[in-house]
Structure formats: structure tokens, C-alpha cells
């Protein structure tokens, strides 16, 4: 089975673990496989979608010359069996033969399991990855690794959430704070997590928390944080803040924001 990573920096590896370099530094041939490989379906392409999306200035007959030669490279590559049609217009991956990191994080949030598929999610999708002459293929590429990040901060919220729900400080906090990474200034989760560690005993720990967000707001972006951020330190510095957590959400909830689906209309209806 042949490994294709694509969170990060992209690469592709062999089953016993050895990379496979002659494809990935061919980028638009590889940039073609990373799109076969990473749709949320495992769908097939029309060849005049593919065209028209690396080959945009290309004529019709330029373009599926273009086409064919790629996937001819692609297979001498990896395997004559890696790409498979459904008919003379799609071409899909044989997904016995490849596996990528990005299909595995969909079919882990369509099972539930939302550790497994933040373990998966190492960097940004395509993180540094450009294909010149590909503008259609940029914007795709910008588009998933929205929606891919998306995904992932949803996943863990809800994971925080369920650890709330199980009156867990140290799990929630931990959660709260990969969502946080993944959505550096949204003020609703530094919130959780500086009114949990203030009312778990770990005043200090709160405090430097907001400090490390204020400072790093200031540099990047040159604002302050929200009126509501900062009157909730104000009341942890005022000893004003309950020292009893108060948990956001019960154990029900937990279970029913536990449930998600495979289909992109149910991922994204998982209630966040």
C-alpha cells in the first residue's frame, strides 16, 4: 500500500516506510494525484474536469495529451493499477493500492472518532505546497485546507465539550487548547479556557494565558482583546470569578454532538 501525506509539507512513501521521491518532484503531476486522492467521497473525475483544472489554457486535444501523459507517469510510478477508470471519461485511485491521511481523517469523523482523526491532522493541509500555472488548483487547495482546519477545530470542541461534560478540567482544557491552536483568535475558546483553569485552582495559569494571547494579538494584528475577554480577567484578578467551574454542557449533550457522518452535509451539520 502506498502512503500519500498531505498534511504538511506533501509526501509519498512506500509500505515499508521508504519515500518516493521521482513523482513528488514532478508537482503538477503529483498536485494531480493529491487531488484524485484527497476528495471527501473517494470520487471519480471527468477528464475535462482534470483538463480544466491543470491544463486551463490548454485546447481540447493539447490538454488530454497532457492528461494521458500524466496519469501514463503517474502509473509508471506507483503501479500500472494505482489510477482506475469507471468509464472513458472518469478516473478515480484504486484505493486498495493507495491510502492518503486525508481520506483516513474523513473516514475517522465518519466513524466518530475524533482523536484518531486530530492525530492525523499533523500541519495544514498542502502546507507550502504551490503548483505554478494552476490557479484552479490553487483556490481548490485553499478551499480544502479551510474546510479541513474547519473540521478539525470542530472535532475538538466537541471532544472538549464531552470532557466538560464528564467534569474533566484537565482533558477539556488540553482539547480547548488544540482548538485554539487551530483557530488562534477566537476569543469564545480562549475564554474556556482561561474561565476553567481561574475556577480549577490554576489562577496563574489563566492569567499567563490571556497574557501570551494579548501580547501575541498585539504583534500580529495590532488590536486588544474583546471588552468580554477582558472583563472576564479583570474578575479572575478581582478574586470576582466563581472558584466552582461552571461546565458547559451535561453528559446528553456530550453524547448527542458525538454523532457524525460521513456525507459532507452531515459533518457539517454536527452540532457545533
Known amino acids: 500500500m502506498i502512503k500519500l501525506q ?22 503538477k503531476r503529483f498536485a494531480l494525484l493529491v487531488y484524485l486522492a484527497c476528495s ?15 491544463w ?13 501523459q500524466t496519469l501514463f507517469v503517474i502509473r509508471r510510478e506507483l503501479g500500472s493499477d494505482i489510477i482506475t477508470g469507471t468509464g472513458t471519461q472518469d478516473v478515480s485511485v484504486n484505493w486498495s493500492r493507495l491510502s492518503s491521511d486525508v481520506d483516513a481523517f474523513y473516514r475517522a469523523l465518519a466513524r466518530g472518532e475524533l482523536e484518531t482523526a486530530l492525530s492525523l491532522y499533523k500541519d495544514d493541509f498542502l ?20 474546510r479541513l482546519k474547519d473540521l478539525a ?7 472538549a465539550r464531552r470532557a466538560e461534560a464528564e467534569r474533566s478540567v484537565a482533558d477539556a482544557v488540553y482539547w480547548w487548547r488544540k482548538a485554539f491552536a487551530l483557530s488562534p483568535y477566537d476569543e469564545t475558546t480562549l475564554c474556556r479556557i482561561v474561565s476553567l483553569l481561574a475556577t480549577s485552582g490554576n489562577r496563574g495559569a489563566a492569567l499567563a494565558e490571556f ?5 501575541r494579538a498585539d504583534r500580529e494584528l495590532g488590536v486588544e482583546p474583546s471588552p468580554l475577554t477582558t472583563e472576564l480577567v479583570r474578575r479572575i484578578v478581582d478574586g470576582r470569578l466563581s472558584g466552582t467551574p461552571e461546565w458547559l454542557g451535561d453528559r446528553r449533550k456530550a ?5 457524525w457522518s460521513g456525507s459532507r452535509r452531515a459533518t457539517d451539520r454536527a452540532a457545533f
Open 6 to 27: 498531505a498534511f504538511g509539507d506533501p509526501t509519498l512513501r512506500a509500505s515499508d516506510g521508504a519515500p518516493i521521491e521521482g513523482l513528488t518532484r514532478q508537482t
Open 153 to 159: 477545530g470542530r472535532a475538538a470542541k466537541n471532544l
Open 56 to 68: 486551463p489554457e490548454s485546447t481540447k486535444r493539447s490538454g488530454l495529451n497532457s492528461l494521458r
Open 211 to 215: 497574557d501570551r494571547y494579548r501580547r
Open 255 to 259: 453524547d448527542r454532538v458525538g454523532s
Open 127 to 146: 502546507a507550502g505546497f504551490h503548483v505554478s500555472g494552476t490557479t484552479d488548483f490553487g483556490f481548490w487547495a485553499e478551499e480544502q485546507r479551510a
Open 40 to 54: 471527501e467521497e473517494r470520487a471519480s473525475y471527468r477528464r475535462d474536469e482534470l483538463i480544466a483544472t491543470f
